[in-house]
């Protein structure tokens, strides 16, 4: 138990650690029209072996520094302390994170300006997206969803579609967003805003199908409680809200 439970944070340290790398990089379509010469794309070199030094004379060379022997069979080395911070977030994310189906995410935020984009309509690389809501990764579907106004019809479409195919890859997304707000309304959680998009496209455009009810169920099971148990709580009140809404007699 104490491995798994080191092991779940660490993979839930080890992944925020990697978003936070690549923040602020803007993670555009890699067939969209370029603007400009692509960005040179840095590499991380290897760091350089020292140069021998000559010994003076007389000096004798020092022995190799001693390794520590290795622990004894069947004892386990010490994991480093957990901070309380971390135990919550493996508690929170890890199992979604566990069954990601293959997330080709870059940035997990919702600003405009970290993906180089803007909402005017001569914007090439949002209108970009508009036109291929299904092939850009879900980082940019998701910040053209927030702040694409009355072009995002097919984005919500689009992000329904890929919670049914992938639920745990947009859970974790979604709770990976954090406590990020829009700027509109009354400045929801961002998150739960994707959440009000997904539920009423299959409100308004199926009818509120069994293949979304079958998903959130199996969700359900998998996510008794936590953050991601609030995101299914906000995808089943504003389906049903919206199913009331559109269909009711």
């Keep these: 138990m104490k491995k798994s439970v080191t092991g779940v944070i660490a993979l839930a340290s080890a992944l ?3 978003f936070a790398a690549c923040g602020g990089q803007g993670a555009l379509p890699s067939d969209a029209p370029p603007e ?3 960005a040179r794309i840095t590499e991380t070199v290897p760091p350089a072996k020292p140069a021998p030094m000559e010994k003076a004379p007389g000096e004798e060379e020092a022995p190799p520094p001693e390794e520590e022997p290795p622990a004894p ?13 971390d135990e919550a977030l493996a508690e929170d ?9 293959q997330p080709d995410w870059q940035i997990v935020s919702i600003d405009l300006e970290a993906f180089g984009l803007t909402t005017r309509s001569d914007d090439e690389r949002f ?11 879900l980082d940019q579907l998701i910040v053209f969803d927030l702040w694409g106004d009355a072009l995002t019809e097919g984005s919500s479409e689009e992000l329904r ?7 745990d890859t ?7 967003m954090g406590d990020q707000r829009v700027d509109y309304w009354d400045q929801p959680l961002a998150a739960d805003k994707i959440c009000n998009s997904i539920a009423i496209a299959d409100a ?11 998903t959130l169920a199996s969700c359900r099971e998998r996510y008794p409680s936590g953050r991601i148990s609030e995101l299914l709580d906000v995808l089943e009140e504003e389906r049903a809200a919206s199913m009331e809404r559109n269909h009711a007699e």
Excluded: D, K, N, Q
């Design 16 to 18: 925020c650690l990697l």
């Design 36 to 38: 400009g010469p692509p």
């Design 73 to 85: 069979a069947g004892e386990e080395i010490p994991a480093a302390p957990a901070r309380p911070e």
């Design 93 to 101: 994310i890890v199992p979604a994170l566990e069954a990601l189906e």
């Design 127 to 137: 209108m970009y997206i508009w036109e291929h809501t299904a092939t850009v990764p």
């Design 161 to 167: 579609s890929r919670f049914l195919e992938a639920p």
């Design 170 to 176: 947009v859970l974790a997304y979604l709770v990976l």
């Design 204 to 214: 308004a455009w199926h009818g509120g199908s069994e293949e979304f009810a079958a």
